[in-house]
Structures are given as structure tokens and as C-alpha cells.
């Protein structure tokens, strides 16, 4: 079956580094986007990797290794602003997306 | 004015009442979806229109009924719901393109629903 699996919850301060990964197994793979949402707001696009290596936008970078199947989403000089939900999505070889849970992340003072 | 609209934010219904939910984009996108959102679980996609044919329907109950009369709206007909139902219902849109899977998908705010 298809599997998109990420941590559930996050905790890191202000200033610091945080690293999400995301793991997944799909049918075939057209490419692994993030997205975030903070409580009671539409999910917004961050990022989309098809081809391995690094995407960086900013203090957001991306990772893609399709070879073992894994993602990660490095927020750095975190601001309390960047408090929210981070999802992980796939598109399998049918074009569909398979979403991941979230990983709450929680910026403290 | 913001992508995608959607209305309304909240709504309460109880399991014999029918409602709809909107939702419009205003970027000139050609695929709308439905997303249900529940409290720690992905999102699971419900319906998809592309070119306003319908070409998915993930074995959703037919108590949810959609309607596309147009590439800009989508409706979410809800009918004799059950509390489970109860969730954040997302509208997206994206261009698709058959040649590119890179389109990333554009959300609304949601519709918080709540069957009593």
C-alpha cells in the first residue's frame, strides 16, 4: 500500500534549526511537495522536489533522496511565526497526491 | 481577493439536514478538489474535477453529492450526515498539465463542519 509517514510533533526555539523528515512508499513517483498550515488556514505550497538534492527558497530548504524513498523539510532562524502543521505530499505515478499526517511544529520563546 | 474562497467557515448541521458548502478560485485553474481533514490523519481526497468532468470519486459516501457547473465553482451538496463526517472540508485548485506534474495545489480556508 501507499505510506507517506513524518513525526507527529515538533518542538524547537526560536533562532534554532528544525529538521522534518518524510518517508514515503508509493506506486511510482512524480515528485514530493511541502506544504504548511497554521491552525484555522488553508495549507500553503513551499516547496517541490522531483530530482534529488537540495532546493533551498529563503530559510526553507528541501531534500529529496528518491533512491531511499525520504524527504526532509530544514526550517532555519526560526521565528515564532512558523509555528504550524507541515505536510508532506507525494505524487505517485498516476498523478495522484498521497498526503502524510502533518508534524506540528511548536516555536518557543 | 484572496485564490480560493470558500463558504461558509462553520457550519452546524444536524444528521437530517441537507446543506451545501462553495467554493470558488478566481486563478484560472482547470482542476478542482474536495479534501476531508480530520484531527491527525492526512488528508484524504474526495473528489476531483478536471475541464469540470468529474474523474475521481475515492468511494465517498453518496450522503456528499459534488456539482462543478464551471471551472471557477465547486459545491459540496451534504445530505442525512453522520457524525463522523464531522471535519475541516478543504477546497483546492491547480493547473494541471499533463506534461508536468509540478502544479501545486491552491487551498481554501476550509469549512469547519460539525454534524450534532
Known amino acids: 500500500g501507499q505510506n507517506i509517514d513524518q513525526p507527529t510533533e515538533m518542538t524547537a526555539t526560536e533562532g534554532a534549526i528544525v529538521q522534518i523528515n518524510c518517508t514515503y512508499q508509493?506506486?511510482?513517483?512524480?515528485?514530493l511537495f511541502w506544504y504548511q498550515q497554521h491552525a484555522g488556514e488553508a495549507p500553503t505550497f513551499l516547496s517541490y522536489?522531483?530530482?534529488?538534492g537540495l532546493e533551498e527558497k529563503g530559510r526553507f530548504s528541501s531534500f529529496l533522496s528518491r533512491s531511499k524513498g525520504y524527504s526532509y523539510l530544514l526550517l532555519k532562524e526560526l521565528q515564532m511565526k512558523d509555528s504550524a502543521s507541515y505536510l508532506c505530499?507525494?505524487?505517485?505515478?498516476?498523478?495522484?497526491?498521497?498526503f502524510g499526517a502533518g508534524t506540528q511544529v511548536v516555536v518557543t520563546p | 481577493e484572496t485564490g480560493v474562497t470558500q463558504t461558509p467557515r462553520h457550519l452546524v448541521m444536524g444528521m437530517t439536514n441537507k446543506k451545501s458548502l462553495k467554493c470558488e478560485q478566481h486563478?484560472?485553474?482547470?482542476?478542482m478538489y474536495w479534501y476531508k481533514q480530520s484531527a491527525k490523519k492526512p488528508l484524504e481526497l474526495m473528489f476531483v474535477?478536471?475541464?469540470?468532468?468529474?474523474?475521481e470519486n475515492n468511494s465517498v459516501p453518496s450522503r456528499f453529492s459534488p456539482e462543478c457547473p464551471n471551472s471557477s465553482h465547486l459545491f459540496l451538496h451534504l445530505h442525512t450526515l453522520q457524525p463522523e463526517d464531522s471535519a475541516l472540508y478543504l477546497c483546492?485548485?491547480?493547473?494541471?498539465?499533463?506534461?508536468?506534474?509540478?502544479?501545486?495545489?491552491?487551498f481554501g480556508n476550509g469549512t469547519r463542519l460539525t454534524v450534532t
Open positions: 483546492a485548485s491547480s493547473q494541471e498539465d499533463r506534461s508536468s506534474y509540478n502544479s501545486p495545489l491552491h
Open positions: 508509493t506506486s511510482g513517483f512524480n515528485g
Open positions: 522536489n522531483v530530482l534529488d
Open positions: 505530499a507525494v505524487k505517485d505515478s498516476w498523478g495522484k497526491l498521497q
Open positions: 486563478l484560472g485553474h482547470n482542476a
Open positions: 474535477y478536471n475541464f469540470k468532468e468529474q474523474t
